[in-house]
DNA sequence: GCACGTATGAAACATTTGTTTTAAACATTT
DNA sequence: AAATGTTTAAAACAAATGTTTCATACGTGC
């Protein structure tokens, strides 16, 4: 497979050589040489398929961003608005740990995925791909989050709900951003196997106990 | 003071623009040439006076976050645990929330301050300043969390404490690491002059919740 | 089978890169 | 003031980098 033939083998070896290499080194840490050689193309094919470096890099991060939205719909995570109405608060809550799961499963893997990395490189040193990263992954999740944490606590205004929102993802994200701390702390060489699993719980459990006193807070606060 | 003579003034512009530039363009975007004419020195005195651009890399880092632990000792973020025991549960979460600007206006300013985004840096291409910043900055920080989640949980244990304390920072680096999504969606080009403070507020409170659920949720754990 | 647009391979090119060299300027001591 | 060790300056160097060239192989239409 990583050997076939063709044009078309060509173009996806590249790309997938150079989304492993992005994704480990950065932009400025990968050469086209790396690329070629893990690619097992030539140099020149890089710039016969996409023109340049930086356009190879863009390419890439369209291919990956596509790829995740797909996963996501796949998933079905991205549901309609309408469908949520229909659950019960158990349910909402149940969902909620779901759809953290699958968050986890996608920034720590095991293994860590690809895009995730991408993303956090972009963070770093954003580039005219961040708008699709925006637009692909942040937004959809954000979205349906924020529909949801909405659900479960009727009462506070779309600003705190989005303040919620970013509190889970920002739990999430912890995992994926600050990972070579942590390993450095816990004196390991990788996330254990569970991992994903056990933090989507506690993030789900810390963040209802957010949401609650905020809805409390903040219906006291629209009370008096 | 920027054209000051001497070695040491020499040196000490030396870091000065090595720190900014590898802040804003990370290691391998910065050229020896780039450093050398942002502090207004000779292209060779890098080498005399550090060793390698990976050298000076690394001392910037010592310096950087050598800084950053005489800062935290002068806000009085590292208490003697004693003095802890002395406070009130109000107290408890007055120091909390201080606690969490202090952390905020490190990490976002305004303006957002040099450690923390080389720290952001790090966690895409760790190198052998990892273990500094750990010890320097995100140990004594997490510690002294720990610490205020414990004894305003004292029901819970230490594992669940630590979650916490990660759900906290996670919540907080968010605005970090994610800054240019945010910004992108929110279509500014900087970070609200007090967003510091009222971010601040969301997760103190946000976590004040969270806390109080997973105290009730293990305190049931633990009686049955 | 042959021509023609497409894709690949090997080499070369022009810059840029981190680093070194060598000499001059400076400061400090004797 | 001479000598000595230290710091700065300018130029050069070798290696690496993104890119281009050009010849060759490939596939697909007539």
């Known amino acids: 497979m990583s050997t076939q033939r063709g044009p078309e083998a060509t173009r996806e070896r590249l790309l997938q050589a150079a989304a492993n290499l992005f994704a480990e080194r950065g932009f400025h840490g990968t050469t086209a040489r790396d690329i070629a050689g893990r690619g097992a ?16 890099y863009l390419e890439v991060l369209r291919a990956e961003f596509s790829k995740v939205r797909r996963e996501l719909s796949r998933r079905r995570v991205i549901r309609p608005p309408a469908e949520l109405d229909r659950l019960s608060r158990p349910q909402l809550m149940k969902l909620l740990l779901t759809r953290t799961e699958v968050m986890m499963a996608m920034l720590i893997g095991p293994p860590p995925s690809l895009h995730s990395t991408l993303m956090q490189r972009e963070m770093c040193d954003p580039s005219e791909a961040l708008p699709v990263i925006v637009a692909e992954f942040i937004q959809p999740m954000m979205e349906e989050l924020e529909q949801i944490l909405q659900r479960l606590a009727p009462g506070i205004g779309a600003e705190v709900v989005e303040s919620c929102a970013f ?10 951003f600050t990972m070579p701390a ?3 702390i816990k004196r390991r060489t990788s996330y254990p196997r569970d991992l994903a699993r056990t933090v989507a719980a506690h993030i789900t459990e810390f963040s209802l106990g957010g949401l609650e006193r905020l809805a409390h807070q903040h219906g006291r606060q629209g009370a008096k």
């Open 182 to 184: 942590w390993l450095h």
């Open 41 to 56: 193309v030539n140099l020149a094919a890089g710039h016969y398929h996409f023109g340049s470096k930086k356009d190879l």
């Open 167 to 176: 509190s889970m993802v920002g739990q999430a994200l912890f995992y994926r």
